[in-house]
C-alpha cells in the first residue's frame, strides 16, 4: 500500500522538478524512492494492516506484495538501464513522471480486488504507455507504434468492459470476492459471455496469440529502452492481473475458460517460436519471443493450483525479467553502435568479451538451460502443470522450447564464432556493466538456489 | 394490449441510436461521422433518462458531446480532412468485418437465454441515479478509485502536452 | 417513470451498438473514423451499466459509468495528440499507410 503512494507520489515530484530546477537530482532521487518502496513492501510483509482498505478496492496481500516487490526490482534495473536514456531527451521530467504513473497502475494491478481497479489500473498502466511508444516525435516508426498500440490498447478496453458489464448484470457486484462466491450459485449464459471476453480482452493485453498481431509492431517500433519496459514491467503486471482475475476471480468456473486458455497457450506457442526464429533482426526476436515467454506464464494460470501457480509465476517473472533486461542492456548499446540485426552482433566477443559473456548467460537463462534462472522457471511451471488434465501442452511446450534454444544460439553463434563486421571495440559505460554484472549474478543466484523465492 | 409511452419511447430510441451509430461507420466524410456520432449520444442519454439515471444523462452529453466530440471536430478541421477522399479497405476484409461482427452478434444473442428471467427488482421510480445517491457512493465506497483516477487523467495530461509541444533545443 | 422495458431488450441494443462499433473499427482506414467507433463502443457498454444498475437498484453501477467517461476522454487526449504528430509526418491519416512496420 505504501509504495503505491511512495511511486505516484514521486511522479507528482517529478513534474515539480521542472518548475523548482532540481531536474539533476531527480534521477537519483528515484532511484531512492523505488528502494524506499521496496523497504515499505517488505516491512508490510505477513503484516496484514492494509488488507482492506478502502472497502476492499485494493488488498496488499503476501502474493500481491511479492509481484509488487518484482515489478519494483524490474524498475529500478530498468532505470539503470535507462539513465543515458533520460539524459539524452530534452523533456526529461515528462518521460519520468509517465514512466512513474505506469509504474503505479502496474503496482494497482498487482492488488486489485475489484472490478473498478482492475479497469482503472489497466488504464493508468497504458495510457503513459501509448504516450512513451510514439515518444521519438520525428520518427514516423514510433508515431506508428504508439498509434497501434493504443488501438489495439482501446479495443482491448472496450472488450473488457463489456465483459464486465455481463458480469455485473449477471452478479450485481463488481468486487472480486462477491463474484467469486456467487459463481456457485449458478449464472445466467451471459456470465460466462461475459469471462470470455475479458479472457479475449486480458489475451490482447498480455499479447498472447491470435491476439497478438500488434505486439512485434509495437515493440520494434517504439525506443528500444521503452520496448525493455513494456517486455519485462507491464508484462509482468499484466500477468499478474491476469493471474488475480481468473484465479482467484473466476477460479471455481474453470470448466468455462481452461480448454478456451488451452487453445490460446498451443497457439501462442507455435506461432511464436516459429515466426522468432524466421527473424533477422534480434529486436524482433526478443518481440517474438516474448510471446512464447507470456504463453509459459499462462500455463501457470492453466494449472489452476492455488499454490504452486502462484509461486511458479512469481519465479517465472522474475527471472524473465531480469535476464530480459539483461540482454537488453546489450542490445540497447550495440544497437547505438550499429544496428540490432544478428551481424551487428557478430564477433562481439572480441570488440567486447564482458559484455558477450553477459549477453552468452542471459540468452542462456531465456532460452531455459540448465543452472540459470530460465530453466527453474520453465521446470516448476512445468510441476505446477503436470498435475492437470492438459499433459498434452507439456509436450508441445518442451518441443518449442526446442526451437527457441536454436534462436537464442543463434545470438551466441554470432557473438563467438563469427568474425566481427565491425572492428571497433564496443564501449560500455560503467553503469551498463555494473547493470549487467547484476542481472548476470541474479540470473545465476536464482538458478542456484530456487527456493529462495519459493520460500517466500 | 397497447404499449405503454415508456416503452414506445424505448423503440423509438433504440431504433434511432441504431440507425445513426450505422451512419457513423458508413459514411465517408469525417465531419458527418462526428456529427452522427452526436445524435447517437443524445438518444443514449435519452435512454438513461428512461432508466430515471437524470445526472448521469446530464454528465454524458456535457462529456461526451460538449468535449469529447469537439475535440474530434477541432483536430478534423485544424488537419482539414473534411474531404471524403477516403481509400476503401478490399471489398474482403469489409467482408470478414461483418462476417466477425454477425458471429458475434449471434454469439451474444444466443447466451441471452436466461436473462429473461431477470426482471427489475422495484416497480417504482428507482432513486439511484439521484446526485446525493451517486455522491454517497463514490466518496465512500468508491474513494479509492476515484482518486487514483486523478493519476491517469494526469498521466494523460502530460502525455498530451509532451506530444503536442515542440522540441526544446 | 415506471420501467417496464425487460432487461434482455438492453443488452440486446448494446450488443447492436457494441458490435457496430467493432466493425467499424475493423473495417474503417480513417484513423479519427476507427476512433470514434471505439468511442461508440465504450458508449455501448455505459448504456448496459447504466441497465443492470437500475436492475439491481445498485449505485454502482453509474458510478463505474463516470470512471469509464474519464478514461474515455484521457485515451482520446492523447489518441488525438499522437494522431496530429503522425500527419505532422506524413500528412495522411490513413491507417494502411502505417504498415510500413512489417518489413
Not at chain 1, 539524452?88 to 505506469?102: G, I, K, P, Q, R
Not at chain 1, 572480441?350 to 559473456?357: E, I, T
Amino acid at each position: 500500500m505504501k509504495a503505491l503512494f511512495i511511486i505516484s507520489g514521486l511522479g507528482i515530484l517529478a513534474m515539480l522538478a521542472e518548475i523548482f530546477k532540481f531536474k539533476r537530482a531527480l534521477y537519483p532521487l528515484v532511484l531512492i524512492g523505488i528502494l524506499a518502496a521496496l523497504v515499505a513492501n517488505f516491512t508490510e510483509f505477513n503484516n496484514n494492516e492494509s488488507i482492506q482498505a478502502f472497502n476492499n478496492m485494493i488488498r496488499f496481500d503476501n502474493v500481491a506484495l511479492a509481484f509488487s516487490s518484482v515489478i519494483l526490482i524490474t524498475a529500478f534495473l530498468w532505470f539503470i538501464l535507462a539513465n543515458d536514456y533520460f539524459t539524452n531527451e530534452t523533456s526529461l521530467t515528462d518521460h519520468f513522471s509517465l514512466v512513474l504513473f505506469a509504474l503505479t497502475g502496474a503496482l494497482m494491478l498487482t492488488a486489485f480486488s475489484n472490478m473498478t481497479t482492475l479497469f482503472l489500473g489497466i488504464e493508468i498502466l497504458s495510457i503513459p504507455l501509448y504516450v512513451l511508444a510514439a515518444s521519438k516525435k520525428n520518427d514516423v516508426k514510433s508515431n506508428e507504434a504508439g498509434f497501434k498500440y493504443l488501438i489495439m490498447g482501446s479495443f482491448a478496453s472496450a472488450f473488457l468492459l463489456f465483459g464486465i458489464a455481463l458480469i455485473y448484470g449477471a452478479t450485481g457486484t463488481f468486487d472480486l470476492l462477491a463474484i467469486r462466491a456467487k459463481i456457485s450459485e449458478g449464472m445466467p449464459l451471459f456470465f460466462y459471455a461475459g469471462i470470455i471476453m475479458m479472457l479475449i480482452a486480458m489475451c490482447f493485453k498480455v499479447s498472447a496469440a491470435p491476439f497478438h498481431f500488434w505486439a512485434p509492431d509495437v515493440y520494434h517500433g517504439s525506443p528500444t529502452v521503452i520496448m525493455a519496459l513494456m517486455s519485462t514491467v507491464v508484462k509482468t503486471a499484466a500477468f499478474v492481473a491476469f493471474m488475480r482475475l481468473f484465479l482467484v476471480g473466476f477460479g471455481s468456473a474453470t470448466s468455462v475458460w481452461a480448454m478456451a486458455m488451452a487453445g490460446i497457450i498451443a497457439l501462442s506457442l507455435i506461432i511464436s517460436n516459429m515466426t522468432a526464429a524466421a527473424q533477422s533482426s534480434v529486436k524482433r526476436m526478443l518481440a517474438y519471443s516474448s510471446i512464447s515467454h507470456a504463453a509459459f506464464m499462462l500455463m501457470g494460470i492453466l494449472a489452476v493450483n492455488p499454490i504452486y501457480s502462484m509461486r511458479a509465476i512469481l519465479y517465472y517473472a522474475l527471472a524473465y525479467s531480469v535476464a530480459t533486461i539483461g540482454g537488453f542492456t546489450v542490445l540497447y548499446r550495440v544497437e547505438k553502435q550499429s544496428g540490432n540485426t544478428y551481424d551487428d552482433f557478430n564477433g562481439l566477443a572480441k570488440r567486447n568479451p564482458f559484455a558477450a559473456l553477459g549477453m552468452l548467460i542471459c540468452m542462456l537463462s531465456l532460452a531455459g538451460i540448465p543452472v540459470t534462472a530460465g530453466f527453474f522457471a520453465k521446470y516448476f511451471i512445468f510441476t505446477a502443470l503436470i498435475g492437470s488434465t492438459y499433459k498434452w501442452l507439456l509436450v508441445l511446450a518442451v518441443i518449442m522450447s526446442c526451437v527457441g534454444v536454436y534462436y537464442y544460439i543463434k545470438v551466441i553463434i554470432a557473438m563467438y564464432f563469427k568474425k566481427p563486421t565491425h572492428q571497433e571495440p564496443l564501449l560500455i559505460e560503467k553503469s551498463h556493466t555494473l547493470l549487467l554484472a547484476i542481472a548476470v549474478v541474479l540470473v545465476l543466484v536464482l538458478g542456484l538456489l530456487p527456493n529462495f523465492v519459493l520460500s517466500v | 394490449m397497447g404499449y405503454s409511452i415508456t416503452q414506445w419511447l424505448f423503440g423509438i430510441l433504440s431504433f434511432l441510436a441504431i440507425m445513426f451509430a450505422l451512419m457513423v461507420v458508413f459514411t465517408r466524410n469525417p465531419i458527418n461521422s462526428v456529427l452522427y456520432l452526436v445524435m447517437t449520444f443524445f438518444c443514449i442519454a435519452g435512454h438513461y433518462l428512461l432508466l430515471n439515471a437524470q445526472f448521469l444523462a446530464v454528465v454524458h452529453i456535457v462529456v461526451y458531446a460538449g468535449a469529447i466530440m469537439v475535440l474530434f471536430l477541432f483536430v478534423i478541421m485544424l488537419m482539414n480532412l473534411n474531404q471524403d477522399t477516403e481509400p476503401q479497405k478490399t471489398l474482403m476484409t469489409k467482408l470478414i468485418a461483418g462476417l466477425i461482427g454477425g458471429v458475434f452478434l449471434a454469439v451474444l444473442v444466443g447466451t441471452l437465454k436466461g436473462a429473461e428471467q431477470l426482471s427489475f427488482s422495484q416497480t417504482g421510480a428507482s432513486q439511484i441515479g439521484m446526485v446525493k445517491n451517486l455522491g454517497i457512493v463514490l466518496f465512500k465506497d468508491f474513494l479509492f478509485p476515484f482518486e487514483i483516477a486523478s493519476v491517469l487523467l494526469l498521466g494523460a495530461l502530460v502525455g498530451a502536452i509532451m506530444l503536442g509541444k515542440k522540441e526544446i533545443k | 417513470m415506471i420501467n417496464t422495458i425487460p432487461i434482455h431488450y438492453y443488452i440486446f441494443l448494446s450488443a447492436i451498438l457494441f458490435i457496430i462499433g467493432a466493425v467499424g473499427v475493423m473495417a474503417r482506414r480513417n484513423a479519427i473514423i476507427i476512433f470514434m467507433c471505439i468511442e461508440l463502443m465504450l458508449n455501448a457498454v455505459n448504456l448496459l451499466l447504466a441497465a443492470f444498475a437500475t436492475l439491481h437498484n445498485d449505485s454502482s453501477g453509474q458510478i463505474f459509468v463516470f470512471f469509464i467517461m474519464a478514461v474515455a476522454a484521457a485515451e482520446v487526449a492523447v489518441g488525438l495528440a499522437i494522431l496530429s504528430m503522425i500527419y505532422r509526418n506524413i500528412k495522411s491519416i490513413d491507417v494502411d499507410l502505417l504498415s510500413r512496420l512489417k518489413e
